[in-house]
């Protein structure tokens, strides 16, 4: 989404990691942080 006061980027960040599983690998998210700004501003 974006904020209406700023018109920044506001979104969600999903925290995976790698597994492999047989002969597949598959991103497995295990955290996430919810309405995050930018950060480079």
């Known amino acids: ?3 209406p006061a700023t018109r920044d980027v506001v ?3 999903y ?3 790698v ?3 047989g ?3 598959y ?3 295990f955290d996430k942080f ?3 700004k ?3 501003k």
């Open 1 to 3: 989404m974006i904020d």
């Open 11 to 13: 979104q969600t960040v």
């Open 15 to 17: 925290i995976r990691k």
């Open 19 to 21: 597994e492999k599983r």
């Open 23 to 25: 002969s597949e690998l």
């Open 27 to 29: 991103n497995i998210e």
């Open 34 to 36: 919810t309405d995050v």
């Open 38 to 40: 930018d950060s480079g």
